[in-house]
C-alpha cells in the first residue's frame, strides 16, 4: 500500500496560507486512501500557480501549455487507459484559455478527472479578473468593475450532460477528500470545481467568507436528478452548496473505442495492416 510520502515532490513555492496547500495534501491523502500507487497516476496541469502542483508531487506528470490541459490528459488515456489520469487546472486556464477544451472534453467523456482550483482570479500573473470573478469586481487593471457575467461551471457541465459534476471547498479537507475519491473512481469525465482561496490577490472569497457561506448536499439528494442538479448549481451568494450535484452512468471514449478496449494503445504493436483491416470493418 502506497503511503503519503510515496508521493513526496518539491516543497511548494506558494504564499503562506494559499489554499493550494490543502488541495496538494488532500490529493495525496485521497490517492493513498484509494491504494492507488504512484505510478498508476498520471497528473496533467497547464500554467499558472495551479499548474505548479503536479512538480510537488512524485508520480507521473506532464506540465502543458496554458489552457491546454484536457487535451493532453484525453489524449494520454487514449494511449494509455490503464492510467489514472488527474488534470490540475486554474479557473482562468481551464475556463478561460481552456474553455473551449472544458466544453468539449465533456462532450467527449473520457474516464479522466478533472480537478479545478478555483480562485476566482489570475494568480500567477497577479490578480487579474479570471471567468469566475464576480461581475463588478475591481482589479488593478480592472479599476472600473468587471463588467462580464462570471462564469458558472457547474451549471454549464451539468447542462452538458458531465458524467460527474461536484464542488468542494479547500478549507474542509475531509469532505474534499471524500468528493476527491468519488471523482477519481467514477467511471467518465468528472469535474471537482474547488473553492480555494487566494490570500494575496483575492481579497473577497477568503476563507472566513467561504466558511460562513458553505453547506453540505443534504444526505437525501438525489446526484442523479438533472433538472434539480442544474437548479442548485445556480445557488450562490449567502448560502453555497457543497457536494457531488449530478452524476450518470454514461459510456465513456475509450469504451466506445474498440480498438483499445481489450489492450492500451501503448501496448499494442503497431502495424499499418491492423489499421486498414480496422478502417475496412466500418466502409
Ligand atoms: C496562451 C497564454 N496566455 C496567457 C499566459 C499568461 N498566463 C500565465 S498563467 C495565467 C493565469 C493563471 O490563472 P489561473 O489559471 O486562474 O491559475 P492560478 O495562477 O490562479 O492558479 C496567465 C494569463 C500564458 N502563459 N499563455
Known amino acids: 500500500m502506497p503511503t503519503s510520502e510515496d508521493y513526496e515532490g518539491q516543497v511548494p513555492a506558494w504564499c503562506p496560507g494559499c489554499g493550494n496547500f490543502q488541495i496538494l495534501s488532500t490529493i495525496k ?4 486512501e484509494l491504494g492507488i500507487e504512484p505510478w498508476e497516476v498520471l497528473l496533467v496541469s497547464g500554467i499558472g500557480q495551479s499548474g505548479k502542483l503536479p512538480h510537488y508531487m512524485k508520480c507521473h506528470t506532464f506540465n502543458g501549455l496554458h489552457g491546454r490541459t484536457l487535451p493532453v490528459a484525453t489524449a494520454a488515456k487514449l494511449a494509455n487507459h490503464f492510467l489514472h489520469v488527474i488534470a490540475v487546472a486554474g479557473d482562468g486556464d481551464c475556463y478561460g484559455e481552456g474553455g473551449n477544451h472544458f466544453l468539449h472534453a465533456i462532450r467527449k467523456n473520457p474516464n479522466i478527472t478533472l480537478f479545478v482550483h478555483d480562485n476566482q482570479i489570475y494568480g500567477l500573473t497577479k490578480g487579474q479578473a479570471s471567468p469566475t470573478t464576480a461581475r463588478g469586481t475591481h482589479t488593478k487593471i480592472q479599476p472600473y468593475g468587471i463588467s462580464s457575467e462570471p462564469l ?12 460527474f459534476v461536484a464542488r468542494g471547498f479547500a478549507g474542509d479537507q475531509e469532505h474534499l477528500k471524500e468528493l476527491m475519491k468519488a471523482a477519481i473512481t467514477h467511471k467518465g469525465f468528472s469535474l471537482l470545481d ?5 490570500v494575496t490577490f483575492n481579497k473577497v472569497n477568503t476563507f472566513r467568507w ?16 438533472r433538472i434539480k442538479a442544474f437548479e442548485r448549481s445556480l445557488e450562490w451568494g449567502d448560502k453555497i452548496p457543497n457536494g457531488i450535484f449530478y452524476k450518470n452512468d454514461k459510456e465513456t471514449l475509450e469504451e466506445m473505442v474498440p480498438t483499445i478496449r481489450k489492450e492500451p494503445l501503448v501496448r499494442q504493436k503497431f502495424s499499418i495492416e491492423a489499421v486498414k483491416h480496422e478502417i475496412d470493418k466500418f466502409y
Request: charged share 25%; glycine share 0%; proline share 8%.
Open 29 to 32: 491523502q485521497a490517492l493513498v
Open 152 to 163: 458558472n461551471p457547474l451549471a454549464t457541465a451539468i447542462s452538458l450532460d458531465c458524467s
Open 194 to 198: 474547488i473553492l480555494q482561496p487566494c
Open 210 to 225: 467561504y466558511r460562513e457561506r458553505v453547506y453540505k448536499l443534504e444526505d437525501e439528494y438525489d446526484p442523479y436528478n
